[in-house]
């Protein structure tokens, strides 16, 4: 099985997973993977539970033209976080309920635990709206997602980056637990988020010493 092959089979086997876990409902949601000059997504539409592996278009990061079925729709947004992010090798748009709650509120999620803190940033952006797969959605998203590895799309969803495929997915996880967690403390008395100067330093520390993990 060659490098593209192995690719493929990863992406449609998150497709799966984020099914099963609940990140994502029936065709929503969509998973992409960069190798070298190539990206590997999720095609437009389709059931997650019938895709075989050859279903993953393979599309060329330079030109945008692809091999294989339709791509996502959302196609535009995973490939501009490859152009402007070279550090980051996988994508995962999620409409997960937790997320989807505070991107419906139009709230930003302040660094209420610490993981959350440590490997998405000091603070989650909510992006402002705009139609799904059109420039200006692609635009706002890349805005909020300056310096963090998640972003809250308004009345839409998230989207989360990784280095590989499986810190892309703990983002999705750790970015649903800390919108059920902020949502649950406000009817607790309001939340309390960690100091943003300390956040930050969380973040930096996890990003400098776990670099070395996807570089190998």
């Known amino acids: 099985m060659n490098a593209i092959q192995q690719a493929r089979q990863a992406v449609r086997e998150m497709g799966t997973r984020l099914v099963q876990t609940g990140l994502v409902i029936g065709t929503w949601g969509n998973v992409s993977v960069r190798l070298g ?114 972003a809250l799309m308004a009345n839409h969803g998230a989207i989360c980056l990784g280095r590989d495929l499986e810190e892309a997915f703990l983002c999705c996880q750790v970015l649903e637990k800390g919108c059920k967690a902020f949502i649950e403390a406000e009817f607790l008395g309001g939340a309390k988020g960690i100091n943003r100067f300390e956040a930050a330093l969380m973040h930096q520390f996890f990003l400098r010493k776990y670099s070395k993990q996807w570089k190998q």
């Open 37 to 150: 000059g190539k990206v590997i997504i999720t095609p437009s539409g389709a059931n997650y539970a019938l895709l075989t592996d050859e279903d993953m278009p393979v599309i060329d990061l330079v030109t945008g033209d692809h091999e294989g079925p339709k791509p996502s729709s959302e196609k535009g947004l995973h490939l501009e976080v490859y152009r402007q992010r070279k550090e980051i090798n996988a994508v995962i748009h999620v409409h997960s309920p937790h997320a989807s709650t505070l991107a419906a509120a139009r709230r930003e999620l302040p660094p209420v635990l610490d993981d959350v803190a440590q490997l998405i940033g000091p603070n989650v952006r909510v992006a402002e709206y705009a139609l799904p797969s059109t420039k200006k959605i692609v635009k706002k998203t890349m805005r909020a997602l300056r310096g963090r590895m998640a």
